[in-house]
């Protein structure tokens, strides 16, 4: 089965500009997650949807938002873009109970 | 508070040893603890799933241990090999939610 497709594979912004990610879910999964990685940091939740609606949050402030697609596909915004928003995003697609399958990410870099 | 802490520092090896790479964990009811690999810039990539009720999984080389006593779990690669150089990183689900919670991950460098 195909994977988890994230792109662009590379963004590169300007601080105060909008950044848009997309993440393609494995096929019959129904749920994404998208998760920022920063330079030499673990890995923090960003987002959750499923069935289209939002169904969590982390702890990220309001310029960052997103939407599920009806094909369940995603797309994560970020608005207002500062520099501490360089990272890699990625983002999983998931099957409960079992080892969940992330996307090769998109590395956005805010200069 | 909820923490899940991995050695930050590098674990340096030789080539053919037992790798062991610990998780602990603190305040948290996992109904299920993951381990993954990460190579630089790249997602990660699922390794093995442990359940609350299993005390021990074997994948190949790797065996990783569940003690929800201690609350902690231990991931061992055996026979390891320079290919296996990368960041391992726990993740915990909780039995309330689905939330997938990872740790900082621990660098292995296996030296030939």
């Known amino acids: 089965e195909a994977g988890v497709t994230q792109s662009p594979t590379h963004l590169i912004k300007t601080r105060g500009q909008q950044a848009t990610l997309r993440c393609s879910p494995i096929?019959?999964?129904?749920?994404v997650y998208w998760y920022q990685q920063a330079l030499g940091l673990g890995l923090q939740f960003l987002l959750w949807?499923?069935?289209?609606?939002?169904?969590n949050r982390g702890n990220f402030p309001p310029r960052f938002s997103g939407r599920q697609f009806p094909n369940y596909s995603s797309e994560l915004n970020v608005n207002a873009l500062e520099l501490e928003d360089s990272a890699l995003y990625l983002c999983?697609?998931?099957?409960?109970?079992?080892?969940?399958?992330f996307g090769s990410g998109t590395r956005l870099t805010v200069v | 508070s909820q923490k899940i802490e991995q050695n930050s520092e590098a674990l340096n090896i030789q080539e053919g040893k037992t790798a062991t790479l610990t998780c602990n964990y603190t305040?948290?009811?996992?109904?299920?603890l993951q381990w993954y690999r990460q190579d630089p810039g790249r997602g990660p990539v699922f390794l093995l799933l442990?359940?609350?009720?299993?005390k021990e999984k074997r994948k190949e080389r790797l065996k990783v241990t569940f003690d929800t006593t201690l609350k902690q779990s231990l991931f061992h690669i055996t026979a390891s090999q320079p290919a296996d150089s990368a960041t391992y990183l726990c993740?915990?689900?909780?039995?309330?939610?689905?939330?997938?919670?990872f740790g900082g991950g621990t660098r292995l460098m296996v030296k030939p």
């Open positions: 999983d697609s998931r099957r409960t109970g079992r080892g969940y399958t």
């Open positions: 096929s019959g999964h129904t749920s």
């Open positions: 949807y499923d069935e289209g609606e939002e169904r």
């Open positions: 305040n948290y009811s996992p109904a299920y």
């Open positions: 442990i359940r609350e009720n299993e």
């Open positions: 993740a915990l689900v909780p039995n309330a939610g689905n939330m997938l919670t």
